[in-house]
């Protein structure tokens, strides 16, 4: 099973809490009781469509299962039912907006980001309401993972290609996507090149960025495009529908998730995101392989399923 595990990096817009209100700051060396949210990426985990249905790669398309990087969460929720507003759950963790860009945006620097190196968001029980929740729900704004692509067609697109190398060569591709509703952007890194924004950028947008070196042929491509659909799965979309054009995934807890009043010990959610044959594309020549310089396009780059539960 791939499983990787990414580490939350909480930056500046942040809506959780202010360090002068965590009891553990007013009191060194005093431990509260804490809410502990792990977030693993599974490749083997479920793959559903936006309804929260099991969902195969349809007919004409391919798709692989992406090797993840960093991932950037706007919004993280609680939800008592399916009949809770999108509004009206219980938020953990919200990041800053901006108008900067014109239309009422993410912040794309203030979301919160995580690599492989630690993977739990922890925040006092204290500051999360006491109650009874079944479902769980998080924005998911950027996305940056490695894929595989092949160089067939860069023969006729790739200025300098050496005469007489075969392109029919697998390489390694580094994508960074933005899948919120719209996203301000002011530059970005994608593995060693910065592409710079400074405006919006609606869901879809993404950047890919290739470097080889082919029989001492050394090139660096970068592309940029849009995703005409993400997958956003939402099994409780007649009841509680998210904002249109977001990218907020929901997932139900096996059993109800109970906060305690005056909680004394800590709670424990392990939060599994789907990236099963996320990055999908319209497979032209049906072979299975992703050959953008012969035209394929990406169709779909979305989670497909978020799957919480509580551990020990």
Same mark, same amino acid.
């Given at each position: 099973?791939?499983?990787?595990?990414?580490?939350?990096?909480?930056?500046?817009?942040?809506?959780?809490?202010?360090?002068?209100?965590? %009891?553990?700051?007013?009191? %060194?060396?005093?431990?509260?009781?804490?809410? +502990?949210?792990?977030?693993?990426?599974?490749?083997?985990?479920?793959?559903?469509? +936006?309804?929260?249905?099991?969902?195969?790669?349809?007919?004409?398309?391919?798709?692989?299962?992406?090797?993840?990087?960093?991932?950037?969460?706007?919004?993280?929720?609680?939800?008592?039912?399916?009949?809770? %507003?999108?509004?009206?759950?219980?938020?953990?963790?919200?990041?800053?907006?901006?108008?900067?860009?014109?239309?009422?945006?993410?912040?794309?620097?203030?979301?919160?980001?995580?690599?492989?190196?630690?993977?739990?968001?922890?925040?006092?029980?204290?500051?999360?309401?006491?109650?009874?929740?079944?479902?769980?729900?998080?924005?998911?704004?950027?996305?940056?993972?490695? @894929?595989?692509?092949?160089?067939?067609?860069?023969?006729?697109?790739?200025?300098?290609? %050496?005469?007489?190398?075969?392109?029919?060569?697998?390489?390694?591709?580094?994508?960074?996507?933005?899948?919120?509703? +719209?996203?301000? @952007?002011?530059?970005?890194?994608?593995?060693? *090149?910065?592409?710079?924004?400074?405006?919006? !950028?609606?869901?879809?947008?993404?950047?890919?960025?290739?470097?080889?070196?082919?029989?001492? #042929?050394?090139?660096? *491509?970068?592309? *940029?495009?849009?995703?005409?659909?993400?997958?956003?799965?939402?099994?409780?979309?007649?009841?509680?529908?998210?904002?249109?054009?977001?990218?907020?995934?929901?997932? *139900? #807890?096996?059993?109800?998730?109970?906060?305690?009043?005056?909680?004394?010990?800590? @709670?424990?959610?392990?939060?599994?995101?789907?990236?099963? +044959?996320?990055?999908?594309?319209?497979?032209?020549?049906?072979?299975? !392989?992703?050959?953008?310089?012969?035209?394929?396009?990406?169709?779909?780059?979305?989670?497909?399923?978020?799957?919480?539960?509580?551990?020990?």
């Amino acid at each position: 099973m791939k499983r990787t595990s990414l580490l939350f990096s909480v930056l500046m817009g942040i809506s959780l809490f202010s360090c002068s209100d965590d %009891p553990s700051t007013e009191n %060194p060396g005093t431990e509260v009781p804490r809410l +502990n949210i792990t977030f693993i990426m599974d490749a083997d985990a479920g793959r559903l469509d +936006n309804l929260g249905n099991p969902a195969s790669v349809p007919e004409g398309n391919a798709a692989q299962s992406p090797d993840f990087n960093v991932l950037g969460l706007h919004f993280i929720g609680l939800y008592a039912d399916q009949f809770t %507003p999108y509004d009206e759950g219980v938020t953990i963790v919200s990041t800053a907006t901006t108008g900067s860009g014109g239309a009422l945006a993410i912040d794309f620097d203030s979301e919160v980001f995580f690599n492989e190196e630690i993977n739990t968001l922890s925040v006092p029980l204290s500051h999360v309401t006491a109650g009874t929740y079944e479902y769980f729900r998080a924005s998911v704004g950027y996305q940056k993972y490695k @894929i595989v692509y092949n160089l067939e067609g860069a023969e006729t697109e790739i200025p300098d290609w %050496p005469e007489g190398v075969d392109d029919n060569i697998d390489v390694d591709g580094f994508v960074a996507s933005f899948l919120g509703y +719209n996203t301000y @952007i002011g530059s970005y890194v994608i593995e060693d *090149q910065t592409v710079s924004v400074n405006g919006n !950028k609606a869901q879809g947008y993404f950047g890919l960025e290739t470097k080889g070196n082919i029989q001492g #042929f050394a090139f660096i *491509q970068l592309t *940029q495009g849009n995703a005409p659909q993400t997958t956003v799965p939402n099994p409780i979309s007649d009841t509680s529908p998210v904002p249109e054009g977001s990218c907020v995934v929901t997932g *139900q #807890f096996p059993s109800a998730l109970v906060i305690p009043a005056n909680a004394t010990e800590d @709670i424990n959610i392990e939060v599994v995101i789907s990236i099963n +044959n996320s990055f999908e594309w319209e497979d032209g020549n049906g072979n299975g !392989k992703f050959e953008p310089l012969l035209g394929e396009t990406v169709v779909d780059m979305g989670t497909r399923g978020v799957f919480p539960s509580e551990v020990d």
